[in-house]
């Protein structure tokens, strides 16, 4: 069996590393240290929880053992792509680097660029960035990459999903040719290859299990889960939520929950807080401040619960997470495998259990193409059963008569019926008027005002008739004499 001893490791790194108590390197360990040493790029494909962190940290502390950082120089260069896991790089670092004289920087969002700019000023050996950072660093002539001797891209997948692909090509053509490039993944997806046929040079090539494979330390479950009601639907899904953490007892001593969207996670903290679950959420809204008390908090035992969004899936390093619920069928297949390797590391066990509701069969048929094994169904416990369609009071009510709404023009009638007098049977009827005689139709005037009748208007009148002046009617010589 391989040890850490046996792969040509600085002495100085395995003091550091026995300290940890690690002994027995994992296969992605044994596998991709050996070429790093050697100078060789390296494409390394592992399901997350096998230890990719320190198989690229112990070869480049050891690689950069001799020599000496310039002023805004680095020496190496990490990319990841949340804060998190850069963050947790950087705890690597310096847990592996303690009996070296190697420097480091670390930048993220969310804190100071001064602080950031003086660290860099007196130069570091090993800077670990997230992308944006980093570019803004470099947009602001802060940074010079041409000194980069070893370049690392981990989680590239992660960094693919998030649309990092424009960052990292630009970020590889500021750094030299000559670089030693490293490529950490949990999956393979055909732009990633792109990627390495494009950045690096004849990679060894390690890939210790299948691509997207799930961990076999841990047992996994989906509940099918439909509600009584679309309204109610949320509600007696985190009813079931409470309900399956209640069934695994004290065997669930804390666990990461994650949900698709960064409302909802909010929500179901809230929701567990309110039920005397001890929760906090943590998705990319959140300062990075208040991140990393969280984070903290659950590391330290203090939280049982971590209601996460995506942004936590990927490379956090919390080794005593004994259960991960999704309390959504991530939208991504790829994130399934993620999600549930928080759980089961470092040769633990882990449980990992879903909530499937009728909307997301459709990702959940993808998460078993994806895995290539069908997810064993759970039964959802009795006490957060949805409550029945038809509840007792709607039966009830169904068996009153339903009131026949009548038309208006009916109850205009009877409105009318009930406005007229009552008639005595005795009472003296009123006299009726007498009937107009009817004149026979032949007899009666016509008025000629017919379309197709003639208008009678006498006889015709020629000129002026009766009415002409006498001046008029004297002829010319008549008039010219008077």
């Known amino acids: 069996m391989t040890k850490f001893s046996d792969l040509n490791l600085d002495a100085k790194v395995l003091k550091a590393v026995a300290e940890t108590g690690y002994e027995t390197p994992t296969p992605i360990q044994a596998g991709a240290i050996p070429p790093a040493l050697e100078g060789r790029d390296v494409l390394g494909i592992a399901q997350t929880g096998t230890g990719k962190t320190a198989s690229f940290t112990l070869p480049m502390i050891t690689l950069l053992g001799r020599?000496?950082?310039?002023?805004?120089?680095?020496?190496?260069?990490?990319?990841?792509?949340?804060?998190?896991?850069a963050a947790q790089v950087a705890e690597n670092f310096d847990a592996y680097a303690k009996y070296t004289k190697l420097t480091k920087a670390l930048l993220i969002g969310g804190t100071s660029f001064k602080d950031q700019d003086k660290l860099i000023d007196k130069g570091v050996d090993v800077l670990i960035a997230t992308p944006g950072r980093l570019l803004d660093h470099l947009e602001r002539g802060k940074l010079i990459l041409t000194d980069v001797k070893v370049m690392v891209v981990d989680e590239a997948d992660r960094m693919l999903d998030m649309g990092f692909i424009p960052d990292i090509e630009e970020i590889f053509k500021r750094?030299?040719?000559?670089?030693?490039?490293l490529f950490f993944s949990a999956t393979m997806a055909p732009e990633i290859e792109r990627i390495t046929n494009t950045f690096l040079s004849n990679p060894a090539k390690v890939e210790v299990a299948r691509a997207a494979t799930t961990n076999t330390n841990i047992k996994q479950g989906v509940v099918v889960f439909s509600g009584s009601d679309k309204r109610k639907e949320p509600s007696e899904k985190r009813a079931l939520l409470r309900a399956l953490i209640d069934v695994e007892g004290d065997a669930c001593s804390n666990a990461i929950i994650f949900c698709n969207r960064k409302s909802d996670v909010d929500i179901v903290a809230k929701s567990?807080?309110?039920?005397?679950?001890?929760?906090?959420?943590?998705?990319?809204?959140?300062?990075?401040?208040?991140?990393?008390?969280?984070?903290?908090?659950?590391?330290?035992?203090?939280?049982?619960?971590?209601?996460?969004?995506?942004?936590?899936?990927?490379?956090?390093?919390?080794?005593?997470?004994?259960?991960v619920f999704n309390f959504d069928v991530p939208s991504h297949a790829e994130d399934y495998v993620h999600r549930i390797g928080r759980t089961g590391r470092a040769?633990?066990?882990?449980?990992?259990?879903?909530?499937?509701?009728?909307?997301?069969?459709?990702?959940?048929?993808?998460?078993?193409?994806?895995?290539?094994?069908?997810?064993?169904?759970?039964?959802?416990?009795?006490?957060?059963?949805?409550?029945?369609?038809?509840?007792?009071?709607?039966?009830?009510?169904?068996?009153?008569?339903k009131r026949v709404r009548r038309s208006r023009s009916r109850k205009s009638d009877q409105m009318l019926e009930d406005a007229k007098?009552?008639?005595?049977?005795?009472?003296?009827?009123?006299?009726?008027?007498?009937?107009?005689?009817?004149?026979?139709?032949?007899?009666?005037?016509?008025?000629?005002?017919?379309?197709?009748?003639?208008?009678?208007?006498g006889p015709a009148i020629v000129g002026m008739g009766d009415d002409t002046p006498a001046f008029i009617a004297l002829s010319f010589e008549e008039r010219a004499k008077t």
């Not at 000496?68 to 998190?84: D, F, G, I, K, Y």
């Not at 459709?362 to 078993?368: F, G, I, M, R, T």
């Open 67 to 85: 020599g000496r950082a310039r002023a805004r120089m680095p020496r190496s260069l990490v990319l990841a792509p949340t804060r998190e896991l």
């Open 175 to 181: 750094t030299p040719f000559t670089r030693q490039t």
């Open 272 to 323: 567990l807080n309110k039920y005397g679950y001890e929760a906090a959420p943590i998705h990319g809204d959140l300062d990075q401040a208040h991140r990393t008390r969280t984070l903290e908090a659950f590391r330290d035992n203090k939280l049982r619960f971590l209601v996460a969004s995506d942004v936590a899936a990927r490379g956090l390093d919390i080794p005593a997470v004994t259960h």
């Open 347 to 401: 040769g633990r066990t882990g449980t990992a259990i879903m909530i499937c509701v009728p909307r997301d069969e459709k990702n959940l048929a993808d998460v078993e193409a994806l895995v290539k094994e069908a997810i064993p169904r759970l039964e959802a416990p009795k006490k957060a059963a949805p409550a029945p369609s038809v509840a007792p009071e709607a039966s009830e009510e169904a068996e009153k008569p």
């Open 421 to 457: 007098p009552e008639v005595k049977a005795d009472a003296p009827k009123p006299e009726e008027k007498p009937k107009r005689e009817q004149k026979p139709r032949e007899e009666r005037p016509r008025n000629n005002r017919g379309r197709n009748q003639p208008r009678d208007n």
